[in-house]
């Protein structure tokens, strides 16, 4: 009930192109879903994150889509950049009981230039 | 405006012994949460101090322990050290609970 998975593991993307990383849960209680960039040797940093009363958030090149029904949600980066190349987590949790984490496994993206 | 600062940045210790991990939140944040990041895995979270009580635990044996002080920095605390205690331990704080959390970038922990 607490999962929160993740694929894929990793991604190759070419400068400019679409990258797009997955995300299923299994606790219909989580209401919040946020998606975190970490760099090597940093903490994870707060990229975008969505409520389940919409369908689709976006901010800048960053894209989060969310399935209700289908409990799934995906980020989607346009006109991907060297500079995104990090590993991504996603994760849940419901809001009113103190925002508890619980984070994907992570996929780590490299776009080429 | 400083963000969430971890002291130690690195820390090496041997099995059985204790460790004392620092966090101060975020200026205006009341809310810290703590979580172990295993190498190539995602953060798992630890517990939450709010008002300096701890409000959520998650699945870590008593040997994990925690403290909220009146200025709202926290403390982690470790005893008798396993190998398998060997991550990235993360403070994140947040402007009261239900607000989204913001990560300091850690205190990498190596026990020998």
């Known amino acids: 009930q607490q999962q929160v998975k993740q694929s894929p593991q990793s991604l190759i993307v070419q400068k400019g192109g679409i990258s797009i990383i997955n995300c299923a849960y299994e606790?219909?209680?989580?209401?919040?879903f946020p998606w975190y960039q970490q760099f090597p040797g940093k903490g994870p940093a707060l990229l975008i994150a969505?409520?389940?009363?919409?369908s689709e958030k976006k901010e800048g090149r960053f894209t989060i889509s969310f399935n209700k029904s289908a409990k799934q949600f995906s980020l989607h980066i346009m006109d991907s950049q060297p500079g995104d190349s990090a590993t991504y987590f996603c994760a849940a949790s419901k809001m009113e009981y103190g925002n508890k984490l619980v984070f994907g496994a992570g996929t780590i993206l490299r776009v080429k230039s | 405006d400083a963000g969430v600062t971890q002291s130690p940045t690195h820390l090496i210790k041997t099995r059985g012994q204790q460790v004392t991990l620092r966090c101060s939140p975020k200026s205006g944040h009341d809310t810290v949460s703590w979580y172990q990041q295993a190498l190539g895995q995602g953060p798992q979270f630890i517990f939450q101090?709010?008002?300096?009580?701890?409000?959520q635990r998650g699945n870590f044996p008593d040997r994990f322990s925690g403290h909220q002080f009146p200025n709202y920095s926290s403390e982690l605390n470790v005893n008798a050290l396993l190998l398998g205690d060997s991550a990235l331990y993360l403070c994140?704080?947040?402007?009261?609970?239900?607000?989204?959390?913001?990560f300091g970038d850690g205190t990498r922990l190596s026990i020998l």
């Open positions: 969505i409520r389940p009363d919409v």
């Open positions: 994140a704080s947040s402007q009261n609970s239900n607000q989204p959390q913001h």
């Open positions: 101090y709010y008002e300096e009580e701890e409000r």
């Open positions: 606790n219909t209680a989580f209401d919040y």
